[in-house]
């Protein structure tokens, strides 16, 4: 059973940056892909960013190409995501996902078995 950890997070002005990191239990041979996504109040999940666990390729939606980066740590077992040029608009729970699929369904919810307990992300004007 592959167990997800998130951690950072927190407060922050628009413009500023923050990071979120996610935690690998041992059995990341069992992941193709690993992912990012937010949940916020009354919107529905929303993809943000993916990985490719084996060579670190990365996949962004449209909302935060160029600004946010997604990385791996393959030793460490860790993902994290750099968020940068914060908007009001960046604001919710962020969650991370481990996934078995196929590149062309990362950006689907359904796509990820594991996920973790999620981390607010607050971004004041």
């Known amino acids: 059973q592959v167990q997800l950890v998130e951690s950072g997070g927190g407060l922050a002005h628009a413009g500023e940056s923050l990071r979120v990191s996610c935690a690998v239990s041992e059995r990341t041979f069992e992941l193709r892909f690993m992912g990012w996504f937010r949940h916020a109040p009354e919107k529905e999940r929303e993809f943000v960013a993916a990985i490719r666990w084996s060579d670190g390729h990365t996949y962004y939606s449209d909302s935060v190409k160029g600004r946010f980066a997604v990385s791996r740590d393959k030793v460490n077992r860790i993902m994290s995501l750099e968020m940068a040029k914060l908007e009001p608009e960046d604001t919710a729970t962020y969650y991370c996902?481990?996934?078995?699929?196929?590149?062309?369904?990362?950006?689907?919810?359904?796509?990820?078995?594991?996920w973790g307990q999620g981390t607010k992300v607050t971004v004041s004007p």
């Open positions: 996902g481990g996934s078995m699929s196929v590149l062309s369904e990362i950006r689907q919810h359904q796509a990820y078995k594991y």
